[in-house]
């Protein structure tokens, strides 16, 4: 698979300082409240971490991988540059326990199957390569702050649409999002999240179908019926710790993972039933530093 999604893991723990900051919940220390105007305020935090994922979406085989990100918050509109995915929300958001309407462009560099030496599977290395792909689109969500824990927890859903503008896999991905976001305490907080992605009939045939002359020079069976429709679920967590004692400025430690299962005719594909698993595990940990 791209790496775009765990990326994408590693900004959002990247950007918990600015979201989640709060005084311990259970037992809030004197003076240790943050202002509700300090959350709304500009930042911008950058990141890098370690990724272990696999090889291709669908692969048993894994790598580790580099994992950059920046995230940050101008005029109350929130951007994010991670990696090879760029998005940002054009609605500026109000501080405090609130309704928060989510709606920007997204933009992501598909890199599936595009290294074929980052491939350990000969058999799948001997089906080719594919150009990288560049997709664009959308999203919309709603956020409710304040929900559960204190208020400044925040539930989140999101739908978003990006279609390939490159001729490659010529095809759109749907993906709705679910994400619950908590305090811990000044120093931590913590993310729960779940989606799942649909895609149209050219991404399976472009990255699973194997032709004929495929079947000969890779050894994989053929599998020229793959159609679109709902190709995975995923769920995950992840984490923020500050290491300079405040999650809304200096340096932090932030770590997720995430299980995805994959389904329908992209699971039936022989790169993933003969080659590969329907079982995908990701995990990422680096450090963050907030401005």
């Known amino acids: 698979m791209t790496a775009s999604y765990l990326i994408g893991l590693v900004a959002l723990a990247a950007a918990l300082p600015t979201a989640a900051v709060a005084q311990d919940v259970s037992a809030p220390?004197?003076?240790?409240?943050?202002?509700?105007?300090?959350?709304?305020?500009?930042?911008?935090?950058?990141?890098?971490?370690?990724?272990?994922?696999?090889?291709?979406?669908?692969?048993?085989?894994?790598?580790?991988?580099?994992v950059p990100a920046a995230?940050?918050?101008?005029?109350?509109?929130?951007f994010s540059i991670l990696g090879n995915r760029a998005s940002a929300d054009l609605i500026p958001g109000?501080?405090?326990?609130?309704?928060?309407?989510?709606?920007?462009?997204?933009?992501?560099?598909n890199f599936t199957r595009s290294n074929r030496q980052g491939i350990d599977d000969p058999r799948v290395r001997r089906l080719g390569e594919r150009d990288t792909a560049i997709e664009l689109g959308g999203y919309v969500g709603i956020g409710?702050?304040?929900?559960?824990?204190?208020?400044?927890?925040k539930l989140s859903v999101s739908v978003s649409y990006r279609h390939d503008v490159s001729g490659v896999h010529e095809s759109g991905i749907w993906q709705p999002t679910i994400n619950y976001l908590t305090p811990l305490s000044r120093k931590a907080a913590v993310a729960l999240f779940g989606s799942a992605e649909r895609v149209e009939t050219k991404y399976i045939r472009t990255y699973y179908n194997v032709g004929p002359a495929q079947?000969?020079?890779?050894?994989?069976?053929?599998y020229t019926i793959g159609r679109g429709g709902w190709k995975s679920w995923t769920i995950g967590g992840m984490g923020a710790y500050s290491l300079t004692g405040d999650l809304l400025?200096?340096?932090?430690?932030?770590?997720?993972?995430?299980?995805?299962?994959?389904?329908?005719?992209?699971?039936?594909?022989?790169?993933?039933?003969?080659?590969?698993?329907?079982?995908?595990?990701?995990?990422?940990?680096?450090?963050?530093?907030?401005f």
């Open 215 to 222: 079947s000969v020079a890779s050894g994989l069976p053929t």
């Open 94 to 109: 109000q501080p405090g326990p609130t309704w928060d309407i989510q709606a920007g462009p997204i933009g992501v560099l």
């Open 249 to 290: 400025k200096g340096l932090k430690l932030v770590a997720g993972g995430t299980y995805r299962k994959l389904i329908n005719d992209i699971a039936d594909s022989p790169l993933v039933s003969v080659a590969g698993s329907r079982n995908q595990w990701l995990g990422v940990v680096g450090l963050g530093y907030t």
């Open 71 to 78: 995230v940050g918050t101008i005029d109350g509109v929130n």
């Open 29 to 66: 220390p004197a003076g240790a409240a943050l202002p509700m105007e300090d959350l709304g305020r500009e930042t911008i935090t950058v990141g890098v971490g370690v990724g272990y994922l696999p090889d291709y979406e669908g692969s048993d085989d894994y790598q580790f991988t580099p």
């Open 144 to 153: 409710k702050t304040g929900v559960i824990t204190s208020p400044y927890d």
